[in-house]
């Protein structure tokens, strides 16, 4: 009957064991998770601002755009009409807007 004693002992032990080493699993599980999850996150932040992407990059979108722009502005300068046959149109809308 002497031996109930030390087999009480061990179960609490075993069972204390068990309730503290379920929340460092369960907080073990949580960081390799967001840790993983950080780690890919910062490989597609890698990705996307390497060279050869440069979808972030500003200067390499002026340095596609500006010369479309500029055509198009040359465009629409070259075939402009006279500052007197533009202005017209609009003078007469003024004049009829207040007289209305």
Known sequence: MTQT????RIYFRF???LLLLAPA??????????LTKRRLLRMDQAEIGHVRYSMLNADR?????????NGKIDA??????PARACAQPWS???????TR
């Open 5 to 8: 004693r030390p087999q009480r």
């Open 15 to 17: 069972v204390a064991a």
């Open 25 to 34: 699993v369960l907080f073990t599980w949580r960081t390799m998770d967001g």
């Open 61 to 69: 979108w002026v340095d596609q755009i500006l010369p479309i722009l």
């Open 76 to 81: 629409r300068i070259l075939r402009r009409r």
């Open 92 to 98: 007469r809308r003024f004049t009829g807007c207040l």
